[in-house]
């Protein structure tokens, strides 16, 4: 009885991330470029207790990523590493040595733990009508000025927003983040009344492309 209703409530939650997918794939949707199982789940994690006020200060607003990516997917991730056989794995890479293997799957939970704690302190975004800041999960800080941003989009390669500049290097910030739909619409604001003055985007470079 117990499998039967897990199974039920994974096939209403699927079926209900599945629907938010396919009724919003715009451009800089958080579905946008979404094209499997996996991703469009982060995506709909991403979705998720996401209803708390932003952080506003002197018109200064911060975001951080929505409490469902910051405490839910860790979470899912694992359980899923605890209850996966990692066997098949080290005997495909030929790693017999228990030693070996421990060691590995320490500096692997030192690395989730790391990523854990920047997620849910440090990664952020600060902005106002002119600059943005941008806080990553390497304690990095980015930071742009708004007044020749000319566009924003969902990156084609990776999970981040690209906001592109007339003379500055363009930013990627998270794809992820709270009351998202809300910072996108300002930037796109911003991003069209600068184009009305005259501004334009330069000419894509391969680095860009791929999200360097």
């Known amino acids: 009885m117990t499998t039967v209703l897990l ?9 209900w991330g599945l ?20 991703e469009v789940g982060m995506s709909f994690i991403s979705s998720m207790f996401n209803s708390f ?3 506003r200060v002197d018109g200064i607003t911060e975001l951080r990523p929505p409490w469902g990516l ?12 605890l209850t996966t056989d990692m066997s098949p794995l080290w005997d495909s890479v030929g790693v017999h040595d228990p030693l070996i293997r421990k060691g590995a799957l320490i500096a692997l939970c030192l690395f989730f733990g790391y990523s854990w704690f920047m997620l849910l302190f440090v990664q952020k975004v600060v902005y106002d009508g002119s600059f943005i800041e941008c806080y990553g999960v390497d304690a990095s800080k980015q ?17 981040a927003l690209v906001l592109t500049f007339a003379q500055q290097k363009p930013l990627y910030i998270p794809k992820f983040l709270s009351h998202r739909a809300e910072f996108v619409s300002r930037m796109e604001a911003i991003a069209q009344q600068n184009r009305s003055n005259g501004l334009a985007a330069p000419a894509l470079t391969l680095a860009n492309r791929f999200g360097f």
């Open 7 to 15: 199974s039920f409530g994974v096939g209403i939650f699927i079926s």
């Open 19 to 38: 629907t938010r997918w396919r009724n919003s794939k715009g451009r800089t949707s958080v579905f946008a470029n979404d094209e499997s199982l996996e």
């Open 53 to 55: 006020s932003p952080n």
């Open 70 to 81: 910051r405490v839910l997917a860790p979470i899912l991730a694992l359980a899923l590493f």
């Open 143 to 159: 930071e742009r000025n708004l007044s020749d941003l000319v566009d924003i989009r969902v990156h084609e390669k990776r999970p």
